[in-house]
Every structure is written in C-alpha cells, then in structure tokens.
DNA sequence: TATTGTTATACTCTATAACTATA
DNA sequence: TATAGTTATAGAGTATAACAATA
C-alpha cells in the first residue's frame, strides 16, 4: 500500500487527531456520565472560576441549554452540586463535590495516559510542543472571540469574506 | 477579565481550533455541497488515489452509507462523476470532472486563507510547525490503524486498558 | 427589557440493518 | 460466503423557541 501524497489538508488532519483523542478517552470515563463532554465539564468547574452555567457554557462554547442536562447527569452521579448563588437570585453556582474532585483527578491521570499512547508516534519534544501550539492557538481563539459571541462571530465571518456572499 | 489556569486539557483545545476552522471554512465553500466534508472528499478525489467509494470512506473515516449521499450530492452539483470500474463490476470509480477541479483549486485557495486568518495569532514558523506536527500525527494514526478497521480499534482500545473494564 | 435556567419541539447527523448485484 | 453500493429506519446530538423567575 503505497503512500500517496500527505494530502496537507488541515480540517483533515485536526478531525483525525480529535476523533481518536475522543475514541480513547471516551473508553477510559467510567465514572462520568457524558464521555468528554462531562468530563470537560467537569475540569472546567474544578480547575476554572467559571461559577454559573452561562459561564461555563460560554467557555466550553457549548449550548446552554445543553449544559443544563449535563449538569443534570453530573450532579446525579455525585460529582458536582447546584447551590444558588448569594449575588443573584437567578443563577446557580456548579461546585465539584468531594467525589467529584476525586473522580476528575484518578480521571486526569488516565486522559494522560491515553495521550502518552496517542502521541507515542512523536517524540518527546514533538509532542510538547504540539500541545503547547495547540493550547495557545485555543486561548487566542477564545481571546478574539469575546465571550463567544455568536453576533460578533457572524460580523467577523462578513468582515472576513468581505462581500454579499450570503450562503443559505 | 483575568486568565486563569490555561486548563491543559488538550481534547477542549483541539476542539476550539477545530471549531473555529470549520466555522471559517464553511462560509467559503459556496459551490461545493455538504460543507467541509465535501470539501474533503472531493480533495481526497483529486489528490488521493482511492478510486472506490469504499476507499474514499475509510481514508476519511466516513461511513459508507454516508459516503453515497456525499457522493450523490457532488455527482448533482457536477463536481464528480460515478464511472464503472472496468476491474469490478460491483463498485464505481469515483472522477472529478473538470468542473470539480476548478472548483477545488478554489475552495483550496480560500481554505488556506481563512486558514491565515485562523493562525494569524501564531508567528508563522509557530503555525508551519504546528501544521507539520499536526499532518504527521495524523498520518501515524492512519497508519497504525489499518484501514480504520473497528475490529482492531477495539482490541487496541481492550490491550491499552489490558483489562476487563469492559464498560457498555 | 434583559438574563439565568428549564423544558419541549424540531432538525440534523450518524449508526444500524436490510437489500441488490456482483465477486 | 464476502464485498460494493444503496436505501430505510431509528437513535443520538444539536439548535430553536417558549417559558418562569429574577435582575
């Protein structure tokens, strides 16, 4: 089987990387309900100050209405609690509890692990500075998106094409 | 606005950059149907030499059934064309026709804008290196997963945990 | 009036299985 | 029997809108 050319397509590549990064890791979440999702969940309350749910769903860019089912299922199996918060009546603070702490740590240690499998085609250096890259283009992404602001995005996108390029 | 702990988490940040190319990319892709993933199958065409539709789906991790309404939709915008294989009647070599490779070296050239536009936060041996690293990261994964056979993924995913935590 | 969180609905995407025609 | 491709159905995932409570 020949090896044709490395194709250089990007969106390619990252999905690749992404959909095994998932397969594994999603084999090794047991003891969290929502495979990655909660257990991103899960990092963000512990290791983020992101106390309500608009917080942590603008962070994670995930609906918020879907975060409200995923902390259904979070605070059903223990790992975190809704208690209202002191300064508005309307929100609810998402903190871990003791279990949950618990769980998120033994569960860091085995995400590691996959990674270490995962990337044990590259060698040391190669693989830090990946995820060093990695991780600071997803902090500038989320620096120049405010608040992940869907109306801002759009605006970006118009600027972007520059022209009445309306699709769908 | 502080930052806080930059999270390490390497599947969120993965899927921010993924994210965001999708987005930006979407909006460029006008005249190819089924956004990114049309845009990768028609790249795999012109590029690859994965004749069959079968061939294409593997390369892409695609299902097969889904690769037939990918196709279809390519075949009526007059971008590919199902021709028989003169060596199996059973399946159908998959062209691009002239159209579809105009329309390719476009999306690519406004791809690889927006994927400028993207990275502009990285300085540009920052993004070279962070495109290399991703691409052969890819490439490993392929190439230790034969032919994306799930039978072998799910061995390799029981050795890696080399016990009965069979879970689901 | 705007925002937090919830619920219900609808839509999209994907996975599964069944089928045909070939091998 | 196994494979290439197609079709139909069901399920998961996601987005939208409407709602209640509060700001």
Chains 1, 2 share one sequence.
Not at 1 to 27: D, F, I, T, Y
Not at 33 to 50: E, I, K, M, W, Y
Request: glycine residues 6%.
């Amino acid at each position: 089987m020949s090896h044709h050319a490395p194709a250089a397509n990007l969106g390619w590549a990252l999905g690749m990387v992404l959909r095994r990064w998932h397969q594994r890791v999603e084999h090794v979440l047991g003891d969290i309900p929502q495979g990655t999702r909660g257990f991103h969940v899960l990092s963000a309350v512990v290791h983020q100050d992101l106390p309500t749910q608009a917080a942590l769903a603008s962070h994670l860019a995930i609906d918020r209405t879907v975060m409200t089912y995923l902390i259904d299922e979070l605070e059903e199996a223990g790992l975190v609690e809704r208690t209202p918060d002191p300064h508005d009546r309307r929100a609810r603070r998402i903190v871990a509890t003791t279990r949950g702490h618990k769980v998120l740590v033994d569960a860091e240690r085995q995400v590691a692990d996959v990674e270490e499998f995962v990337f044990r085609g590259l060698a040391p250096e190669d693989k830090a500075t990946f995820l060093e890259l990695t991780q600071r283009t997803a902090n500038l992404i989320r620096e120049e998106d405010p608040a992940t602001d869907p109306c801002v995005a759009v605006k970006e996108v118009l600027d972007l094409s520059e022209g009445p390029n309306s699709r769908r």
